[in-house]
């Protein structure tokens, strides 16, 4: 993801990615950054290597910014078949029924633990 927008996270995720830069060898953690900036870049990396890549919601797209049919629909299948998960933070992308043509989500896709630890802590208490 993009840390430019740090400001602009809801004070959940930004815990998500401060618990990921925490020293923990025993999950893997820290966790080390890259962003390319192109999707299918980031998360054809993801795919050979593991981990997980996000596009969260923030104050000035609060519905995401990544379109459902044709960028986070089809790499959602992609990531189910390969043995991973695709979320909006809160919902499986696959069962997200675009109402409009370019309606918009954020994404988070990766290995299933990785995305469902994020899940966790952005969901409301």
Not at 7 to 22: G, H, T
Request: aromatic share 12%.
């Amino acid at each position: 993801m993009n840390e430019g927008n740090t400001q602009r996270w809801e004070a959940s995720f930004r815990r998500y990615i401060d618990w990921l830069k925490m020293d923990e060898t025993a999950d893997g953690r820290p966790y080390s950054g890259r962003y390319v900036g192109s999707l299918v870049a980031d998360f054809h990396r993801n795919l050979l290597y593991g981990g997980i890549f996000m596009y969260p919601a923030d104050s000035k797209h609060p519905r995401g910014k990544l379109r459902v049919l044709y960028k986070c629909s089809p790499l959602a299948f992609v990531a189910e078949q390969a043995g991973g998960v695709a979320s909006d933070g809160r919902r499986r992308i696959m069962a997200i029924v675009p109402a409009t043509l370019h309606e918009r989500t954020p994404l988070f896709i990766g290995s299933s633990y990785d995305v469902r630890t994020c899940e966790r802590f952005l969901a409301p208490i």
